[in-house]
Protein backbone atom coordinates (compact mmCIF):
# COMPACT_ATOMS: atom_id res chain seq x y z
CA UNK A 1 0.00 0.00 0.00
CA UNK A 2 2.93 2.15 0.81
CA UNK A 3 4.40 1.95 -2.39
CA UNK A 4 1.43 2.66 -4.15
CA UNK A 5 0.68 5.59 -2.10
CA UNK A 6 4.72 6.65 -2.51
CA UNK A 7 3.79 5.98 -6.88
CA UNK A 8 0.86 8.71 -6.42
CA UNK A 9 3.29 11.08 -4.63
CA UNK A 10 6.17 10.41 -6.63
CA UNK A 11 3.56 10.94 -10.39
CA UNK A 12 2.72 14.25 -8.39
CA UNK A 13 6.35 15.20 -7.41
CA UNK A 14 7.52 14.34 -11.43
CA UNK A 15 4.78 16.43 -12.83
CA UNK A 16 4.99 19.17 -11.24
CA UNK A 17 8.84 19.52 -11.33
CA UNK A 18 9.02 17.59 -14.77
CA UNK A 19 12.10 15.76 -13.52
CA UNK A 20 13.78 12.91 -15.58
CA UNK A 21 12.21 14.45 -18.83
CA UNK A 22 8.65 13.47 -17.92
CA UNK A 23 7.02 16.03 -20.18
CA UNK A 24 9.22 15.20 -23.23
CA UNK A 25 8.20 10.95 -22.56
CA UNK A 26 4.41 11.91 -22.33
CA UNK A 27 4.20 14.10 -25.13
CA UNK A 28 6.48 11.94 -27.48
CA UNK A 29 3.78 8.89 -26.30
CA UNK A 30 1.35 11.47 -27.20
CA UNK A 31 2.87 11.96 -30.59
CA UNK A 32 4.44 8.47 -31.42
CA UNK A 33 1.06 6.92 -30.84
CA UNK A 34 -1.39 9.45 -31.98
CA UNK A 35 0.94 8.97 -35.15
CA UNK A 36 0.45 5.45 -35.33
CA UNK A 37 -3.21 5.45 -34.89
CA UNK A 38 -3.47 7.72 -37.46
CA UNK A 39 -1.58 5.79 -39.72
CA UNK A 40 -3.31 2.60 -38.75
CA UNK A 41 -6.36 4.41 -39.64
CA UNK A 42 -5.61 5.79 -43.06
CA UNK A 43 -4.63 1.98 -44.10
CA UNK A 44 -7.30 0.48 -42.43
CA UNK A 45 -10.24 2.36 -42.81
CA UNK A 46 -10.43 1.82 -46.26
CA UNK A 47 -8.95 -1.66 -46.50
CA UNK A 48 -11.80 -2.32 -43.81
CA UNK A 49 -14.84 -0.60 -46.09
CA UNK A 50 -13.28 -2.14 -49.43
CA UNK A 51 -12.92 -5.55 -47.29
CA UNK A 52 -16.74 -5.14 -46.73
CA UNK A 53 -18.31 -3.69 -49.77
CA UNK A 54 -16.41 -5.75 -52.44
CA UNK A 55 -17.24 -9.19 -53.52
CA UNK A 56 -14.22 -11.04 -54.50
CA UNK A 57 -12.68 -14.82 -54.40
CA UNK A 58 -10.92 -14.64 -51.03
CA UNK A 59 -12.69 -11.96 -49.41
CA UNK A 60 -13.52 -14.77 -46.59
CA UNK A 61 -9.80 -15.13 -45.74
CA UNK A 62 -8.59 -11.98 -45.90
CA UNK A 63 -11.68 -11.26 -42.92
CA UNK A 64 -10.62 -14.00 -40.99
CA UNK A 65 -6.72 -12.92 -41.68
CA UNK A 66 -7.30 -9.46 -39.92
CA UNK A 67 -9.47 -11.01 -37.32
CA UNK A 68 -6.42 -12.81 -36.68
CA UNK A 69 -4.21 -9.74 -37.15
CA UNK A 70 -6.18 -7.90 -34.12
CA UNK A 71 -4.10 -10.37 -31.76
CA UNK A 72 -0.79 -9.74 -33.37
CA UNK A 73 1.81 -9.76 -30.37
CA UNK A 74 3.60 -6.55 -29.64
CA UNK A 75 7.13 -9.21 -29.93
CA UNK A 76 6.15 -10.47 -32.98
CA UNK A 77 4.98 -7.02 -34.70
CA UNK A 78 8.47 -5.32 -33.11
CA UNK A 79 10.36 -7.87 -34.77
CA UNK A 80 9.22 -7.81 -37.77
CA UNK A 81 10.01 -4.13 -38.14
CA UNK A 82 13.02 -4.79 -36.55
CA UNK A 83 14.38 -7.14 -39.06
CA UNK A 84 13.09 -4.72 -41.83
CA UNK A 85 15.38 -2.20 -40.68
CA UNK A 86 17.82 -3.29 -39.15
CA UNK A 87 21.12 -2.06 -40.96
CA UNK A 88 21.41 -5.21 -42.73
CA UNK A 89 17.48 -5.61 -43.49
CA UNK A 90 15.56 -5.09 -46.68
CA UNK A 91 14.97 -1.58 -45.79
CA UNK A 92 17.90 -0.73 -43.41
CA UNK A 93 19.47 1.80 -45.84
CA UNK A 94 17.04 4.19 -44.96
CA UNK A 95 18.29 4.49 -41.25
CA UNK A 96 15.24 4.06 -39.45
CA UNK A 97 15.66 1.70 -36.47
CA UNK A 98 15.67 3.15 -33.12
CA UNK A 99 13.84 6.36 -34.55
CA UNK A 100 10.49 7.30 -33.24
CA UNK A 101 10.02 6.36 -37.31
CA UNK A 102 10.49 2.66 -36.50
CA UNK A 103 7.75 2.43 -33.43
CA UNK A 104 5.26 4.80 -35.17
CA UNK A 105 5.77 1.82 -38.29
CA UNK A 106 5.59 -1.20 -35.46
CA UNK A 107 2.45 0.19 -33.85
CA UNK A 108 0.70 0.98 -36.81
CA UNK A 109 1.42 -2.74 -38.39
CA UNK A 110 -0.69 -3.73 -35.08
CA UNK A 111 -3.66 -1.09 -35.22
CA UNK A 112 -4.28 -1.72 -38.88
CA UNK A 113 -5.58 -5.24 -38.61
CA UNK A 114 -7.47 -4.32 -35.58
CA UNK A 115 -8.94 -1.22 -37.35
CA UNK A 116 -9.46 -3.02 -40.73
CA UNK A 117 -11.39 -5.86 -38.63
CA UNK A 118 -13.81 -3.57 -36.72
CA UNK A 119 -14.76 -1.50 -39.45
CA UNK A 120 -15.15 -4.54 -41.62
CA UNK A 121 -17.68 -5.52 -39.17
CA UNK A 122 -19.14 -2.81 -38.61
CA UNK A 123 -20.01 -2.18 -41.80
CA UNK A 124 -21.16 -6.13 -42.87
CA UNK A 125 -23.86 -5.19 -40.25
CA UNK A 126 -25.55 -3.07 -41.85
CA UNK A 127 -29.04 -3.33 -42.87
CA UNK A 128 -28.40 -4.74 -46.55
CA UNK A 129 -31.38 -2.51 -47.44
CA UNK A 130 -29.59 0.54 -46.44
CA UNK A 131 -26.60 -0.11 -48.90
CA UNK A 132 -29.27 -0.04 -51.68
CA UNK A 133 -31.37 2.58 -50.15
CA UNK A 134 -28.38 4.82 -50.56
CA UNK A 135 -27.42 4.13 -54.05
CA UNK A 136 -31.40 4.26 -55.22
CA UNK A 137 -31.29 8.16 -53.79
CA UNK A 138 -28.71 8.41 -56.68
CA UNK A 139 -25.66 8.46 -54.71
CA UNK A 140 -22.51 8.14 -56.38
CA UNK A 141 -19.34 6.28 -55.14
CA UNK A 142 -17.68 9.29 -53.06
CA UNK A 143 -21.33 9.76 -51.54
CA UNK A 144 -21.98 6.36 -51.37
CA UNK A 145 -18.60 5.77 -49.17
CA UNK A 146 -19.21 8.56 -47.30
CA UNK A 147 -22.68 8.09 -46.21
CA UNK A 148 -22.36 4.11 -45.18
CA UNK A 149 -19.39 5.17 -43.01
CA UNK A 150 -21.45 8.00 -41.45
CA UNK A 151 -24.30 4.90 -40.67
CA UNK A 152 -20.96 3.04 -39.05
CA UNK A 153 -19.39 6.04 -36.94
CA UNK A 154 -19.68 4.54 -33.67
CA UNK A 155 -18.50 1.35 -34.48
CA UNK A 156 -15.81 3.31 -36.67
CA UNK A 157 -15.29 5.31 -33.41
CA UNK A 158 -14.89 1.85 -31.39
CA UNK A 159 -11.92 0.65 -33.72
CA UNK A 160 -10.28 3.96 -33.10
CA UNK A 161 -10.41 3.53 -30.03
CA UNK A 162 -9.02 -0.21 -29.89
CA UNK A 163 -6.50 0.68 -32.19
CA UNK A 164 -5.12 3.59 -29.77
CA UNK A 165 -5.33 1.38 -26.84
CA UNK A 166 -3.65 -1.50 -28.44
CA UNK A 167 -0.39 0.99 -29.59
CA UNK A 168 -0.28 3.04 -26.14
CA UNK A 169 -0.38 0.09 -23.74
CA UNK A 170 2.29 -2.09 -25.97
CA UNK A 171 5.82 -2.06 -24.49
CA UNK A 172 7.54 -4.59 -26.91
CA UNK A 173 7.57 -3.27 -30.11
CA UNK A 174 8.67 0.23 -28.99
CA UNK A 175 11.73 -1.41 -27.01
CA UNK A 176 12.58 -3.86 -29.90
CA UNK A 177 13.01 -1.01 -32.56
CA UNK A 178 13.11 2.07 -30.82
CA UNK A 179 15.59 1.02 -28.40
CA UNK A 180 14.24 3.23 -25.35
CA UNK A 181 17.15 6.06 -26.17
CA UNK A 182 16.81 9.46 -23.59
CA UNK A 183 15.35 12.29 -25.34
CA UNK A 184 14.93 10.47 -28.54
CA UNK A 185 12.74 6.85 -28.92
CA UNK A 186 11.95 6.91 -24.66
CA UNK A 187 7.93 6.06 -24.18
CA UNK A 188 5.91 5.84 -20.98
CA UNK A 189 5.82 2.56 -21.54
CA UNK A 190 9.36 1.94 -22.24
CA UNK A 191 10.22 4.35 -19.63
CA UNK A 192 8.61 2.10 -16.95
CA UNK A 193 10.42 -0.90 -17.77
CA UNK A 194 13.35 0.71 -17.42
CA UNK A 195 12.74 2.21 -13.91
CA UNK A 196 11.68 -1.11 -12.72
CA UNK A 197 14.78 -2.88 -13.84
CA UNK A 198 16.28 -0.32 -11.71
CA UNK A 199 14.37 -1.38 -8.75
CA UNK A 200 12.10 1.90 -8.52
CA UNK A 201 8.98 1.37 -8.18
CA UNK A 202 7.88 4.45 -7.46
CA UNK A 203 9.55 5.85 -10.63
CA UNK A 204 7.74 3.18 -12.36
CA UNK A 205 4.09 3.65 -11.17
CA UNK A 206 4.53 7.36 -11.29
CA UNK A 207 4.61 6.46 -15.30
CA UNK A 208 2.13 4.19 -14.77
CA UNK A 209 -0.92 6.45 -13.73
CA UNK A 210 0.84 9.22 -15.91
CA UNK A 211 -0.20 6.45 -18.87
CA UNK A 212 -3.59 5.84 -17.22
CA UNK A 213 -4.08 9.12 -16.86
CA UNK A 214 -3.24 9.88 -20.38
CA UNK A 215 -5.04 6.87 -21.99
CA UNK A 216 -8.17 8.18 -19.60
CA UNK A 217 -8.10 11.56 -21.26
CA UNK A 218 -8.22 10.38 -24.82
CA UNK A 219 -10.46 7.77 -23.52
CA UNK A 220 -13.49 10.93 -22.57
CA UNK A 221 -12.73 12.81 -25.45
CA UNK A 222 -13.40 10.24 -27.82
CA UNK A 223 -16.66 9.19 -25.63
CA UNK A 224 -17.42 12.83 -25.95
CA UNK A 225 -17.41 12.98 -29.55
CA UNK A 226 -19.01 9.05 -29.97
CA UNK A 227 -21.85 10.51 -27.63
CA UNK A 228 -22.29 13.47 -30.19
CA UNK A 229 -22.45 11.62 -33.19
CA UNK A 230 -25.20 9.40 -31.11
CA UNK A 231 -26.99 12.97 -30.98
CA UNK A 232 -26.76 13.73 -34.45
CA UNK B 1 -59.80 -12.81 -109.43
CA UNK B 2 -57.85 -10.64 -108.07
CA UNK B 3 -58.21 -9.06 -104.65
CA UNK B 4 -56.95 -5.59 -103.45
CA UNK B 5 -54.87 -5.81 -100.54
CA UNK B 6 -56.56 -4.13 -97.69
CA UNK B 7 -55.31 -0.91 -96.66
CA UNK B 8 -53.13 -1.52 -93.31
CA UNK B 9 -54.08 1.85 -91.26
CA UNK B 10 -51.27 1.58 -88.29
CA UNK B 11 -52.57 3.52 -85.20
CA UNK B 12 -50.47 6.84 -84.76
CA UNK B 13 -47.30 6.07 -82.97
CA UNK B 14 -46.55 8.62 -80.55
CA UNK B 15 -42.73 9.79 -79.84
CA UNK B 16 -43.08 8.66 -76.30
CA UNK B 17 -41.01 5.97 -75.33
CA UNK B 18 -42.32 4.12 -71.97
CA UNK B 19 -40.94 5.45 -68.78
CA UNK B 20 -40.05 1.75 -68.11
CA UNK B 21 -38.73 -0.92 -70.51
CA UNK B 22 -37.64 -4.19 -69.73
CA UNK B 23 -36.17 -6.06 -73.04
CA UNK B 24 -35.03 -10.03 -72.73
CA UNK B 25 -33.80 -9.72 -68.87
CA UNK B 26 -32.56 -12.63 -67.34
CA UNK B 27 -31.02 -12.42 -63.72
CA UNK B 28 -28.85 -15.13 -63.02
CA UNK B 29 -28.20 -16.59 -59.35
CA UNK B 30 -25.79 -19.35 -58.52
CA UNK B 31 -27.08 -21.66 -61.22
CA UNK B 32 -30.85 -20.98 -61.41
CA UNK B 33 -32.43 -18.03 -63.17
CA UNK B 34 -34.48 -16.01 -60.75
CA UNK B 35 -35.65 -13.61 -63.35
CA UNK B 36 -36.30 -14.07 -67.07
CA UNK B 37 -38.76 -11.53 -68.36
CA UNK B 38 -39.07 -11.17 -72.05
CA UNK B 39 -40.58 -8.08 -72.14
CA UNK B 40 -42.37 -5.45 -69.60
CA UNK B 41 -43.50 -1.80 -70.50
CA UNK B 42 -44.52 0.89 -68.25
CA UNK B 43 -46.06 4.26 -69.91
CA UNK B 44 -45.27 7.69 -67.88
CA UNK B 45 -47.79 8.36 -65.33
CA UNK B 46 -49.28 4.41 -65.18
CA UNK B 47 -48.73 2.51 -62.27
CA UNK B 48 -48.16 -0.84 -62.69
CA UNK B 49 -48.48 -3.54 -60.10
CA UNK B 50 -46.45 -6.74 -59.84
CA UNK B 51 -48.03 -9.73 -57.98
CA UNK B 52 -46.79 -13.09 -57.20
CA UNK B 53 -46.29 -15.58 -54.61
CA UNK B 54 -42.94 -15.79 -52.21
CA UNK B 55 -39.99 -16.56 -54.11
CA UNK B 56 -41.44 -15.34 -57.58
CA UNK B 57 -39.19 -12.76 -58.26
CA UNK B 58 -40.87 -9.56 -57.53
CA UNK B 59 -38.28 -7.62 -55.32
CA UNK B 60 -35.42 -9.12 -57.88
CA UNK B 61 -37.65 -7.51 -60.65
CA UNK B 62 -37.82 -4.42 -58.49
CA UNK B 63 -34.28 -3.65 -58.00
CA UNK B 64 -33.58 -4.69 -61.79
CA UNK B 65 -36.32 -1.88 -62.91
CA UNK B 66 -34.85 0.94 -60.32
CA UNK B 67 -30.95 0.06 -61.74
CA UNK B 68 -29.70 -1.51 -58.67
CA UNK B 69 -29.25 -5.40 -59.85
CA UNK B 70 -27.18 -5.54 -63.04
CA UNK B 71 -28.76 -7.92 -65.03
CA UNK B 72 -27.24 -11.53 -66.31
CA UNK B 73 -28.96 -9.97 -70.30
CA UNK B 74 -31.20 -7.67 -71.89
CA UNK B 75 -31.95 -4.67 -71.37
CA UNK B 76 -33.49 -1.77 -69.20
CA UNK B 77 -34.29 1.56 -70.23
CA UNK B 78 -35.99 4.86 -68.35
CA UNK B 79 -37.53 6.57 -70.36
CA UNK B 80 -35.88 5.98 -73.41
CA UNK B 81 -32.39 5.48 -72.63
CA UNK B 82 -31.40 1.95 -72.26
CA UNK B 83 -28.95 1.71 -68.80
CA UNK B 84 -25.50 1.24 -68.84
CA UNK B 85 -22.93 0.93 -65.98
CA UNK B 86 -21.61 4.45 -66.90
CA UNK B 87 -24.64 6.29 -66.71
CA UNK B 88 -26.34 4.35 -64.02
CA UNK B 89 -25.62 7.10 -61.06
CA UNK B 90 -27.39 9.86 -63.50
CA UNK B 91 -30.09 8.18 -64.48
CA UNK B 92 -30.92 6.84 -60.69
CA UNK B 93 -31.75 10.62 -60.20
CA UNK B 94 -34.57 10.29 -62.22
CA UNK B 95 -35.88 7.81 -59.84
CA UNK B 96 -36.52 6.90 -56.21
CA UNK B 97 -37.16 3.76 -54.47
CA UNK B 98 -39.16 2.90 -51.16
CA UNK B 99 -38.08 -0.37 -49.67
CA UNK B 100 -40.16 -2.72 -47.30
CA UNK B 101 -37.90 -1.93 -44.56
CA UNK B 102 -38.03 2.21 -44.58
CA UNK B 103 -33.90 2.59 -44.70
CA UNK B 104 -33.61 5.86 -43.17
CA UNK B 105 -29.97 7.14 -42.53
CA UNK B 106 -29.05 7.91 -38.98
CA UNK B 107 -29.90 11.51 -38.81
CA UNK B 108 -33.03 13.60 -38.14
CA UNK B 109 -36.07 13.29 -40.54
CA UNK B 110 -35.46 16.82 -41.78
CA UNK B 111 -31.77 15.84 -42.74
CA UNK B 112 -32.98 12.58 -44.34
CA UNK B 113 -35.22 14.45 -46.85
CA UNK B 114 -32.59 16.98 -47.46
CA UNK B 115 -29.59 14.69 -47.73
CA UNK B 116 -32.00 12.99 -50.38
CA UNK B 117 -32.57 16.66 -52.39
CA UNK B 118 -28.41 17.18 -52.15
CA UNK B 119 -27.59 13.89 -53.59
CA UNK B 120 -30.40 15.04 -56.45
CA UNK B 121 -28.72 18.02 -57.22
CA UNK B 122 -31.25 20.25 -55.60
CA UNK B 123 -29.46 23.82 -54.79
CA UNK B 124 -29.25 24.41 -50.51
CA UNK B 125 -31.82 27.19 -51.32
CA UNK B 126 -34.33 24.90 -52.07
CA UNK B 127 -33.70 22.13 -49.84
CA UNK B 128 -35.58 23.44 -46.46
CA UNK B 129 -38.52 24.31 -48.29
CA UNK B 130 -39.10 21.57 -50.13
CA UNK B 131 -38.64 19.60 -46.99
CA UNK B 132 -41.12 21.72 -45.27
CA UNK B 133 -43.24 21.29 -47.85
CA UNK B 134 -43.23 17.45 -48.03
CA UNK B 135 -43.24 16.58 -44.28
CA UNK B 136 -46.44 18.86 -43.74
CA UNK B 137 -48.20 17.06 -47.14
CA UNK B 138 -47.22 13.44 -45.23
CA UNK B 139 -49.06 14.79 -41.68
CA UNK B 140 -45.15 14.47 -40.43
CA UNK B 141 -43.96 18.21 -39.98
CA UNK B 142 -44.11 17.56 -36.45
CA UNK B 143 -41.15 15.13 -36.32
CA UNK B 144 -38.88 17.11 -38.54
CA UNK B 145 -36.48 16.98 -35.97
CA UNK B 146 -36.87 13.05 -34.76
CA UNK B 147 -34.47 10.48 -35.30
CA UNK B 148 -35.50 7.52 -36.73
CA UNK B 149 -35.23 5.15 -34.19
CA UNK B 150 -37.96 6.85 -31.99
CA UNK B 151 -40.65 6.89 -34.75
CA UNK B 152 -43.16 4.55 -35.20
CA UNK B 153 -43.36 1.26 -38.14
CA UNK B 154 -46.29 4.10 -39.36
CA UNK B 155 -44.49 7.23 -39.38
CA UNK B 156 -40.76 5.65 -40.34
CA UNK B 157 -43.07 4.62 -43.99
CA UNK B 158 -44.22 8.23 -44.12
CA UNK B 159 -40.62 9.47 -43.96
CA UNK B 160 -39.83 7.39 -46.47
CA UNK B 161 -42.50 8.34 -48.75
CA UNK B 162 -41.94 11.85 -48.38
CA UNK B 163 -38.36 11.62 -48.98
CA UNK B 164 -38.69 9.36 -51.79
CA UNK B 165 -41.52 11.97 -53.62
CA UNK B 166 -39.15 15.27 -52.67
CA UNK B 167 -37.18 14.68 -54.81
CA UNK B 168 -39.72 14.63 -57.77
CA UNK B 169 -38.85 11.60 -59.20
CA UNK B 170 -39.89 10.61 -62.83
CA UNK B 171 -40.04 7.70 -61.46
CA UNK B 172 -40.85 5.44 -58.48
CA UNK B 173 -40.35 2.04 -56.82
CA UNK B 174 -41.91 0.30 -54.10
CA UNK B 175 -41.28 -2.61 -52.70
CA UNK B 176 -43.92 -4.13 -50.57
CA UNK B 177 -44.03 -0.56 -48.91
CA UNK B 178 -46.37 -1.36 -46.56
CA UNK B 179 -45.70 -4.98 -45.40
CA UNK B 180 -45.77 -5.69 -41.36
CA UNK B 181 -47.88 -2.48 -40.76
CA UNK B 182 -51.36 -3.10 -38.39
CA UNK B 183 -54.40 -3.02 -40.93
CA UNK B 184 -55.45 0.45 -39.55
CA UNK B 185 -52.03 2.39 -40.18
CA UNK B 186 -51.89 0.45 -43.82
CA UNK B 187 -55.26 1.35 -44.98
CA UNK B 188 -54.70 5.08 -44.09
CA UNK B 189 -50.96 4.91 -45.92
CA UNK B 190 -52.23 3.23 -49.01
CA UNK B 191 -55.07 5.86 -49.14
CA UNK B 192 -52.09 8.71 -48.99
CA UNK B 193 -50.10 6.96 -51.67
CA UNK B 194 -53.21 6.71 -54.24
CA UNK B 195 -53.33 10.39 -53.77
CA UNK B 196 -49.63 11.41 -54.24
CA UNK B 197 -49.59 9.26 -57.88
CA UNK B 198 -52.81 10.44 -58.72
CA UNK B 199 -51.60 13.71 -57.74
CA UNK B 200 -47.76 13.88 -58.92
CA UNK B 201 -48.46 11.70 -61.97
CA UNK B 202 -45.82 9.96 -61.13
CA UNK B 203 -44.23 6.77 -63.02
CA UNK B 204 -44.51 4.02 -60.32
CA UNK B 205 -44.02 -0.09 -60.36
CA UNK B 206 -45.68 -1.33 -56.66
CA UNK B 207 -44.41 -4.79 -56.04
CA UNK B 208 -46.83 -5.87 -53.50
CA UNK B 209 -48.26 -9.28 -51.94
CA UNK B 210 -51.17 -7.96 -51.34
CA UNK B 211 -54.11 -8.10 -53.88
CA UNK B 212 -56.12 -5.21 -52.31
CA UNK B 213 -53.09 -2.75 -52.92
CA UNK B 214 -52.80 -3.29 -56.53
CA UNK B 215 -56.45 -3.28 -56.92
CA UNK B 216 -56.53 0.03 -55.48
CA UNK B 217 -53.12 1.42 -56.33
CA UNK B 218 -52.33 0.12 -60.33
CA UNK B 219 -53.73 0.69 -63.66
CA UNK B 220 -52.05 -2.43 -64.51
CA UNK B 221 -51.36 -5.59 -62.70
CA UNK B 222 -48.66 -8.35 -64.02
CA UNK B 223 -48.43 -11.60 -62.22
CA UNK B 224 -44.91 -13.06 -62.06
CA UNK B 225 -44.76 -16.74 -61.46
CA UNK B 226 -41.58 -18.84 -60.84
CA UNK B 227 -39.40 -15.36 -62.42
CA UNK B 228 -41.52 -14.85 -65.55
CA UNK B 229 -44.46 -12.67 -66.07
CA UNK B 230 -47.63 -15.05 -66.49
CA UNK B 231 -49.90 -12.66 -67.24
CA UNK B 232 -50.18 -8.78 -67.24
CA UNK B 233 -53.21 -6.43 -68.19
CA UNK B 234 -55.92 -3.70 -67.01
CA UNK B 235 -56.19 -4.60 -63.24
CA UNK B 236 -59.61 -5.07 -63.00
CA UNK B 237 -59.90 -7.08 -65.96
CA UNK B 238 -56.79 -9.52 -64.83
CA UNK B 239 -58.70 -10.08 -61.29
CA UNK B 240 -61.90 -11.36 -63.07
CA UNK B 241 -59.69 -13.05 -66.13
CA UNK B 242 -57.20 -14.85 -64.93
CA UNK B 243 -55.19 -16.33 -68.09
CA UNK B 244 -54.01 -19.48 -66.51
CA UNK B 245 -55.10 -22.17 -63.63
CA UNK B 246 -51.92 -20.83 -62.12
CA UNK B 247 -52.84 -17.49 -61.62
CA UNK B 248 -56.49 -18.14 -61.21
CA UNK B 249 -54.97 -20.11 -58.06
CA UNK B 250 -52.67 -17.32 -56.90
CA UNK B 251 -55.58 -14.63 -57.14
CA UNK B 252 -57.55 -16.79 -54.97
CA UNK B 253 -59.59 -18.80 -57.45
CA UNK B 254 -60.52 -22.50 -56.89
CA UNK B 255 -59.14 -24.69 -59.87
CA UNK B 256 -61.19 -27.50 -60.17
CA UNK B 257 -61.71 -30.27 -62.97
CA UNK B 258 -65.23 -29.29 -64.91
CA UNK B 259 -66.38 -32.72 -64.27
CA UNK B 260 -66.09 -32.70 -60.61
CA UNK B 261 -68.42 -29.92 -60.31
CA UNK B 262 -72.48 -30.34 -60.28
CA UNK B 263 -74.09 -31.46 -63.71
CA UNK B 264 -75.38 -27.61 -64.14
CA UNK B 265 -72.28 -25.91 -63.33
CA UNK B 266 -69.60 -28.17 -65.43
CA UNK B 267 -71.85 -26.92 -68.72
CA UNK B 268 -72.57 -23.62 -68.05
CA UNK B 269 -70.99 -21.66 -70.72
CA UNK B 270 -69.03 -18.64 -68.91
CA UNK B 271 -68.89 -15.90 -71.19
CA UNK B 272 -65.70 -15.98 -73.44
CA UNK B 273 -62.60 -15.11 -71.66
CA UNK B 274 -61.01 -11.91 -73.30
CA UNK B 275 -57.16 -11.97 -74.62
CA UNK B 276 -55.70 -11.41 -70.84
CA UNK B 277 -52.56 -10.21 -72.11
CA UNK B 278 -54.35 -6.82 -74.17
CA UNK B 279 -52.79 -3.97 -72.79
CA UNK B 280 -54.58 -1.02 -73.43
CA UNK B 281 -52.62 1.86 -72.06
CA UNK B 282 -53.17 4.88 -70.73
CA UNK B 283 -51.59 6.57 -74.02
CA UNK B 284 -53.97 4.58 -75.96
CA UNK B 285 -51.80 2.49 -77.50
CA UNK B 286 -52.17 -1.35 -77.57
CA UNK B 287 -49.48 -3.78 -76.98
CA UNK B 288 -49.43 -7.23 -77.67
CA UNK B 289 -46.98 -8.49 -75.67
CA UNK B 290 -44.82 -11.57 -76.85
CA UNK B 291 -46.59 -14.92 -76.80
CA UNK B 292 -44.56 -16.27 -74.16
CA UNK B 293 -44.95 -13.95 -71.64
CA UNK B 294 -48.52 -14.40 -71.81
CA UNK B 295 -51.01 -17.50 -72.12
CA UNK B 296 -53.96 -17.04 -74.04
CA UNK B 297 -56.66 -19.64 -72.22
CA UNK B 298 -58.16 -22.30 -74.92
CA UNK B 299 -61.76 -21.77 -76.21
CA UNK B 300 -64.52 -22.78 -73.84
CA UNK B 301 -65.41 -26.50 -74.16
CA UNK B 302 -68.44 -27.12 -71.92
CA UNK B 303 -67.90 -30.52 -70.12
CA UNK B 304 -64.17 -30.57 -69.86
CA UNK B 305 -61.33 -29.08 -68.68
CA UNK B 306 -60.55 -26.73 -65.65
CA UNK B 307 -62.61 -24.18 -64.12
CA UNK B 308 -61.60 -21.10 -61.97
CA UNK B 309 -64.12 -20.43 -59.55
CA UNK B 310 -63.65 -16.91 -57.74
CA UNK B 311 -64.42 -17.20 -53.96
CA UNK B 312 -66.64 -13.86 -54.06
CA UNK B 313 -68.54 -15.54 -57.28
CA UNK B 314 -70.24 -17.70 -54.39
CA UNK B 315 -72.70 -16.87 -52.50
CA UNK B 316 -74.27 -18.54 -49.54
CA UNK B 317 -78.20 -18.54 -49.26
CA UNK B 318 -80.05 -17.23 -46.09
CA UNK B 319 -81.08 -20.08 -44.52
CA UNK B 320 -84.39 -18.99 -43.43
CA UNK B 321 -85.07 -17.90 -47.13
CA UNK B 322 -88.26 -19.67 -48.33
CA UNK B 323 -86.36 -19.97 -52.05
CA UNK B 324 -83.49 -21.52 -50.87
CA UNK B 325 -84.79 -24.88 -50.59
CA UNK B 326 -85.41 -24.77 -54.30
CA UNK B 327 -82.65 -22.52 -55.58
CA UNK B 328 -78.41 -23.27 -55.71
CA UNK B 329 -76.55 -26.61 -54.20
CA UNK B 330 -76.01 -27.89 -51.55
CA UNK B 331 -72.67 -28.12 -49.55
CA UNK B 332 -70.80 -28.93 -47.06
CA UNK B 333 -68.41 -26.83 -44.94
CA UNK B 334 -64.89 -28.19 -45.13
CA UNK B 335 -63.06 -25.61 -43.12
CA UNK B 336 -63.71 -22.54 -41.93
CA UNK B 337 -60.38 -19.92 -42.78
CA UNK B 338 -59.88 -15.85 -42.20
CA UNK B 339 -57.39 -12.96 -41.64
CA UNK B 340 -58.10 -9.24 -41.53
CA UNK B 341 -61.56 -8.91 -41.20
CA UNK B 342 -62.35 -11.76 -44.29
CA UNK B 343 -63.41 -15.23 -44.12
CA UNK B 344 -63.47 -17.87 -46.09
CA UNK B 345 -65.10 -21.17 -46.32
CA UNK B 346 -63.69 -24.14 -47.70
CA UNK B 347 -66.79 -26.04 -49.38
CA UNK B 348 -67.53 -29.66 -50.89
CA UNK B 349 -69.56 -29.04 -53.62
CA UNK B 350 -70.20 -32.30 -55.61
CA UNK B 351 -67.19 -33.70 -55.82
CA UNK B 352 -64.95 -30.68 -55.79
CA UNK B 353 -64.14 -28.52 -53.12
CA UNK B 354 -64.41 -25.10 -53.72
CA UNK B 355 -63.79 -21.23 -51.49
CA UNK B 356 -66.52 -19.28 -50.73
CA UNK B 357 -65.33 -15.43 -49.84
CA UNK B 358 -67.45 -13.53 -46.45
CA UNK B 359 -66.92 -11.42 -44.07
CA UNK B 360 -66.24 -13.11 -40.34
CA UNK B 361 -69.23 -11.60 -39.21
CA UNK B 362 -71.21 -13.64 -41.34
CA UNK B 363 -69.26 -16.77 -40.07
CA UNK B 364 -69.64 -15.80 -36.87
CA UNK B 365 -73.50 -14.87 -36.87
CA UNK B 366 -74.32 -17.82 -38.93
CA UNK B 367 -71.89 -20.47 -36.53
CA UNK B 368 -70.84 -22.14 -39.62
CA UNK B 369 -68.29 -24.50 -38.63
CA UNK B 370 -66.60 -27.64 -40.39
CA UNK B 371 -69.58 -30.23 -41.37
CA UNK B 372 -72.02 -27.53 -41.55
CA UNK B 373 -74.51 -27.78 -44.15
CA UNK B 374 -75.00 -24.91 -46.72
CA UNK B 375 -77.04 -23.60 -49.71
CA UNK B 376 -74.92 -21.31 -52.22
CA UNK B 377 -75.45 -20.24 -55.70
CA UNK B 378 -72.53 -19.64 -57.89
CA UNK B 379 -72.24 -16.57 -60.44
CA UNK B 380 -71.68 -18.60 -63.38
CA UNK B 381 -71.01 -16.31 -65.58
CA UNK B 382 -67.98 -15.30 -63.22
CA UNK B 383 -66.44 -18.55 -63.92
CA UNK B 384 -63.38 -19.25 -65.87
CA UNK B 385 -62.52 -21.94 -68.28
CA UNK B 386 -59.45 -23.66 -69.45
CA UNK B 387 -59.41 -26.79 -71.52
CA UNK B 388 -57.54 -29.35 -70.53
CA UNK B 389 -53.95 -29.55 -72.13
CA UNK B 390 -53.69 -32.24 -75.49
Known sequence: MDLILDGFGEA???????????????????????????????????????????????????????????GIPPVVAGLLVAITLWRSGPLGALGLIYTPAAIVIAQALIATPIIVAITAAAVMALPPTLHLQVRAMGADQSQYLWLIGREARLPLLVAVMAGFGAVVSEVGASMMVGGNLSGETRVLTTAAVLEVSRGNFGGALALGFILLAFIAAIAAVLTTVQHRARRQ | ????????????????????????????????????????????????????????????????????????????????????????????????????????????????????????????????PRTADWLERLGIAHLATAMPHTLSGGEARRVSLARAFAVRPRAIFLDEPFSALDLETRTELVGDLRALLREERTTALLVTHDHSEAQLLADRTAILIAGDVAQIGPT???????????????????????????????????????????????????????????????????????????????????????????????????????????????????????????????????????????????????????????
Open chain 1, 12 to 70: WRLLTTGENDIYGITLRTALITGTSTLVALLIGLPLGLALALTRFPGQRGLVALANAGT
Open chain 2, 1 to 128: MITTPPVITTPPVTATPPALAIEGVRVRRGKRDVLRVSTLAVTEGETLAVLGPNGAGKSTLLLTAALLLPVTEGTVSLFGEAATRRHLVRMRRQTATVFQEPALLDMTVRRNLETALALHGVPRAERA
Open chain 2, 236 to 390: ADLFERPASPAVAEFLGYTVVQAATLPPGLATTQPPSVAPPHATTQPSGLATTPPSDTVRRPPRDSPGGGLIGVPPSAVRLLDATSATSASEGYTAEVRAVQGALGQGRLLLALGEATIAAALPIEEIATRRLERGSVVRVTIDAARLVRWNAPA
